[in-house]
């Protein structure tokens, strides 16, 4: 479902990413994980088309990023590090905004952005202006954004940062419903808690390269041993990458 | 940990700017150095003129003197209570100030020095080439350099103490935020009632062939004499009596001066000093505006565009929605409906409808250069709501680029945004003023493709240097526009305009003169020539549109949210 080819991004003499190859099955949760700068906002950046990558491309449900960018972003859904919205728009007219840029329109556009307010948590703020939202709120909104067209790819860059406890544990029950249903799933996190509980497989990322890939058993397999905690491996893996 | 400590971020920020973009700092210090010479030179011209109206010119430069120190002393007022709402209480940074140990004196000092440095500049810019030619004109010499010297820190000071204070009443009565946003709409309306006065005031009179009539009329409608409880009085006695141009106490009004300036600047302190853990708390306090009562904006302009193709129907409601509930934006609008009176009123006042030789070319020259002047409003509007826009998208920017929107569909968006209501306004704007001049009504009907292929180029232009100087933090769209890509955006407008009103001059010369061109007489190789002048200036303006349109899709695509 998400492809890329020898992704690579250079800044000037700085390699962000560095001829990623990454394969990623429908219905799977891939969490992505790597120290501050290590290149996972830029690879996730690169994948939404934010980005135009120095050489490689990826695919999104098959359509390349670089060459047919409408139709691969289509079919994705899209939740920044920093949830920027517009904030002289309310909730609701953000999502119906949003909506339109997807080509929803008229009463299908409505009740899709009332459905996802009320299960969001966010019924009764929807006529508020967004910039009296908590960051908490515009996180949620923004993942309403990125909900609203049912897209088969969702990816999200640290979707957990300023959620209360029990907003994360509904992001966590909706990104495994999700996967069943068949949604694609690549997250970028910080918490390691959270990749081991909800990811499938799991990639990580140092200077830009990807060092390693695969189920937490096979992590375990390549470094730190079974039973090994997820964070040991992590550790493990960087330190080995750092000699 | 020193005053000076506090405000060194903001300095090195605008150091590692300046070192960063050493072309855009070369392009303002090219244009403000252009701007100080221009007004020097104006005002000398200006001063000798008046030296040769005899006796009364030293009393005219020194009514001259005192009205400009007024409006900028109260321009300066207003400024610098809407700077001190900005930098006292709505700072990101002021967070980490309040968290850290720093005495409130100190940062009543850093911060007083940074609105003294935001909201005087501006001023100074205007101050510097007016009092030069003063100088230079009246022999000044050292004295009026001590004058200047002397008055001219205090005079900035007590505006700026009397903004810090006006600001913190301000956030401690009603919410930071909705206070700076009433300041700015109140302060354009003032700024309008200001020109629009001086232009009813009609300066022109001065050059009355009457002379002495013309000049006795003008200081008497301008009023009593300054108050002499201004500080700008003060600061006027102070030059004037440097200067020589009367018998005056400088020193006195020197003290008086900065005495008052150090009084205010302490009790400012002292009031920011009591006050100010309770103001900065109040100033958190965010409006929490329901969005319920704004609804009808968007709903109807939902349906409005609901024909309209692809997704530029949602981006338009959203640009036009998002403008409506900027006060910023409406503040913008009274500079703009000042802009059109002014415009339209020179056209009433001036001597354009005698029946002798002189005002019949005026008259003539009035209407070909109107072709240009309308479209150079419309320039002087979208430098305001055009050239932003793509600013005005922010950091918000990526929930557009990550859909599956064609760049092409939100230029579209933004271009009809702009282009509609500006082709109304020149239009308007042209028609009516053509009517005041009394010109062929198949003239205006024969230059309107042509001054709506113009506003096309001019939108266009707006949004292809609006997308290559696009700062997406800069939600201010007032300052946007003041910004050195909206200075070029104007100038290469300027130029446009100028090439399209020179192509299209010859035509609009041959419409005037019956016989010529318009007339059933006329021969087909005279209305060739007026189709070929007209068409050229469409196809000059239609080639720039495209062209603009390819340059700015580029600077839009990279743009990274």
Request: charged share 15%; aromatic share 6%.
């Amino acid at each position: 479902m998400i492809r890329c080819e020898r992704l690579t991004m250079r800044f000037g003499d700085v390699v962000a990413v560095d001829r990623l190859d990454l394969e990623i099955a429908e219905g799977t949760i891939f969490g992505f994980l790597g120290r501050n700068g290590a290149g996972k906002t830029t690879t996730i950046r690169l994948l939404v088309g934010l980005l135009v990558p120095t050489s490689g491309t990826a695919l999104l449900a098959g359509h390349d990023i670089r060459r047919t960018p409408e139709a691969a972003k289509a079919v994705t859904g899209y939740v920044p590090d920093r949830p920027y919205l517009y904030d002289r728009l309310t909730g609701y007219e953000h999502l119906e905004f949003v909506a339109g840029l997807y080509g929803l329109q008229g009463r299908e556009a409505r009740s899709r952005a009332r459905q996802l307010l009320d299960e969001l948590g966010l019924g009764a703020q929807a006529g508020d202006l967004v910039e009296t939202y908590s960051h908490g709120m515009k996180q949620r909104l923004a993942l309403a954004g990125a909900l609203i067209h049912r897209p088969p790819i969702l990816v999200l860059d640290e979707p957990m940062v300023g959620l209360d406890p029990e907003s994360a544990r509904d992001l966590r029950r909706r990104l495994r419903a999700l996967a069943a249903a068949g949604t694609t799933v690549f997250l970028s996190t910080h918490s390691l808690a959270v990749a081991e509980e909800i990811a499938d497989r799991i990639g990580i990322v140092d200077r830009g390269r990807l060092v390693a890939a695969g189920t937490l058993r096979e992590l375990q397999a390549y470094e730190g041993g079974p039973g090994a905690s997820l964070e040991d491996v992590f550790l493990a893996i960087l330190a080995r990458e750092a000699v | 940990m020193t005053a000076g400590w506090l405000v060194r971020p903001r300095w090195l920020s605008l150091r590692r700017g300046l070192r960063n973009r050493p072309a855009q700092g070369a392009v303002v210090a090219v244009l403000v150095g252009a701007f100080w010479l221009g007004l020097f030179l104006a005002v000398l011209r200006l001063l000798d003129w008046v030296d040769g109206l005899g006796g009364l010119g030293a009393v005219l430069a020194e009514r001259m003197l005192a009205l400009v120190l007024v409006a900028l002393l109260l321009m300066l007022l207003v400024s610098a209570t809407i700077t001190a709402l900005g930098v006292f209480y709505l700072a990101e940074d002021l967070t980490i100030l309040r968290a850290a140990p720093v005495p409130l004196r100190r940062l009543h000092r850093a911060r007083f020095l940074e609105t003294l440095m935001a909201s005087s500049w501006m001023v100074l810019v205007v101050q510097a080439p007016l009092l030069a030619a003063y100088g230079v004109h009246f022999g000044g010499g050292l004295a009026f350099g001590l004058g200047v010297l002397a008055s001219i820190v205090p005079f900035l000071v007590v505006p700026v103490a009397l903004g810090v204070l006006l600001a913190t009443g301000l956030v401690l009565l009603v919410p930071a935020r909705g206070a700076r946003d009433g300041l700015a709409i109140a302060s354009a309306i003032g700024l309008a009632l200001l020109v629009v006065t001086v232009r009813l005031l009609a300066p022109e009179r001065v050059a009355h062939p009457s002379g002495l009539v013309g000049i006795a009329a003008y200081l008497a409608d301008t009023g009593a004499p300054a108050s002499p409880w201004l500080p700008s009085t003060w600061a006027s006695e102070v030059l004037v009596a440097a200067l020589g141009l009367r018998a005056g106490d400088a020193g006195f009004h020197a003290a008086v001066l900065a005495s008052t300036a150090l009084v205010l600047f302490l009790v400012s302190a002292t009031v920011v000093e009591a006050v100010y853990p309770l103001a900065w708390t109040r100033a958190q306090i965010g409006r929490s505006r329901g969005g319920d009562r704004d609804r009808w904006a968007w709903r109807a302009l939902r349906s409005l565009t609901a024909l309209l193709p692809g997704q530029r129907a949602v981006v338009l409601s959203k640009d036009l929605v998002v403008f409506l509930r900027d006060p910023a934006q409406w503040s913008q609008l009274v500079l703009v409906g000042l802009l059109v009176a002014v415009y339209v009123y020179n056209f009433v006042a001036l001597p354009l409808h005698g029946a002798d030789p002189v005002a019949r070319t005026v008259r003539k020259l009035a209407t070909v250069l109107n072709l240009g002047l309308a479209t150079f409003v419309a320039t002087a509007v979208a430098v305001r709501f055009v050239y932003p826009l793509p600013s005005l998208e922010g950091r918000a920017w990526w929930i557009v680029r990550t859909a599956p929107v064609a760049l092409a569909e939100v230029w579209a968006a933004k271009f009809w945004t702009g282009f509609l209501p500006l082709s109304v306004l020149t239009l308007g704007l042209a028609g009516t003023t053509n009517e005041l001049l009394g010109t062929p009504r198949l003239l205006s009907v024969a230059v309107s493709p042509v001054l709506v292929a113009l506003v096309a180029a001019v939108v266009s232009l707006g949004l292809a240097f609006g997308a290559h100087y696009a700062d997406l933090d800069g939600r201010d769209a007032g300052r946007l526009a003041t910004g050195p890509g909206a200075i070029l955006y104007m100038l290469t407008a300027v130029v446009l305009i100028a090439v399209v009103v020179t192509v299209t001059a010859g035509s609009v010369d041959a419409l005037l003169a019956p016989g010529r061109g318009d007339e059933p007489g006329a021969t087909l190789v005279a209305r060739g020539l007026v189709a070929a002048g007209l068409g050229g200036g469409i196809v000059v303006a239609g080639g720039v549109t495209v062209v603009a349109r390819r340059f700015g899709l580029r600077a839009l695509a990279r743009l990274a949210g």
